[in-house]
């Protein structure tokens, strides 16, 4: 294990490189490793137990930061870490912050996020109970990350995405998540369409979320905690396919003023409502 005692202060040293790579996906998935950068993020995946391979330190800040980092500094914790001090500007070339609180750690994929590849084997199917939501085509990183707050806030177990939606390791995602991305378990589904028609089959109803034909007001239905809600992409909603396989279709009423609720802040009202009225 390595412990840098100097401080690198080359923008182009290669680690320097490689840690700024991670915020693109292309890094990302190269390394199968991602950044959560901020103290709070940092201490969380540290109180998790998540696979932190190194933590960045910028010069002017070491002092706060390693107090911050007192308590879980042991022997055991530099087997699996390495902790790296940067000039500011080294430190800057790796940060995506305005104001960089001066601690960046880069963290394993996660092993709790599955790709759903054979819809009926899942195991995620024999676990009735679990609370879900389905996000269809989210697009923004920040709503992603919002959502998966909401989630852990209302108590939904499960976020079920589409593949072509944000990234979940985006650092945009993570930050906007504030540590909920380390407790919610996420499954990337390819065939979203085969995956309702499952999930439909198991005796679970889901909901649409849009303003169409037949919707009712999603204050006016009995939600279960069985139920699963689809939020769609933020230009174009859900796929008329799609929603024409829910088994129906609720909206949030708003003012005639506002033509719609941003997808992050939509899908918190629907959570809510599920959770006052099941919990």
């Known amino acids: 294990m390595i412990i840098y005692s100097d401080i690198i202060s080359s923008r182009n040293n290669n680690t320097v490189k490689w840690a700024a790579s991670l915020a693109q996906k292309k890094g990302r998935d190269s390394s199968s490793c991602f ?21 960045f330190i ?22 699996k870490t390495e902790l790296i001090t940067l000039s500011d500007g080294a430190f800057e070339k790796i940060s995506t912050e305005n104001a960089p609180q001066g601690i960046i750690s880069v963290i394993k994929y ?3 996020f599955r790709d759903i590849d054979i819809i009926y084997k899942e195991d995620f199917f024999v676990l009735p109970s679990e609370r879900i939501i389905i996000l269809c085509s989210v697009r923004d990183p920040g709503n992603l990350g919002a959502v998966i707050r909401s989630a852990a806030a209302f108590g939904v177990e ?4 589409t593949a072509d939606s944000a990234d979940i390791y985006n650092p945009k995602t993570v930050r906007s998540a504030m540590g909920s991305l380390f407790r919610v378990k996420i499954s990337i589904v ?20 849009e303003l169409s034909d037949g919707a009712r007001s999603v204050f006016e239905v009995a939600l279960k905690p069985t ?11 859900i796929p008329k396919e799609l929603s024409n396989q829910a ?15 941003n997808a992050a802040v939509a899908a918190a009202v ?10």
């Open 227 to 237: 139920d699963a809600i689809i939020i769609g992409n933020e230009g174009h909603g």
């Open 110 to 112: 996660l092993d709790f």
């Open 247 to 261: 088994s129906g279709s609720v909206f949030i009423p708003i003012s005639k003023k506002t033509e719609s609720l």
């Open 158 to 161: 499960h976020i079920i995405i």
């Open 35 to 55: 950044i959560a950068e901020g103290e709070k993020l940092s201490l969380e995946a540290l109180d998790a137990g998540l696979p932190v391979t190194h933590i």
């Open 58 to 79: 910028s010069e002017s800040k070491k002092a706060f930061v390693m107090e911050k980092l007192s308590g879980y500094i042991s022997d055991t914790f530099y087997e």
């Open 190 to 209: 390819k065939d979203i369409s085969s995956f309702v028609t499952a999930l439909i089959d198991t005796g679970r109803r889901v909901f649409a979320a």
């Open 270 to 279: 629907f959570m809510w409502e599920q959770s006052k009225q099941t919990l």
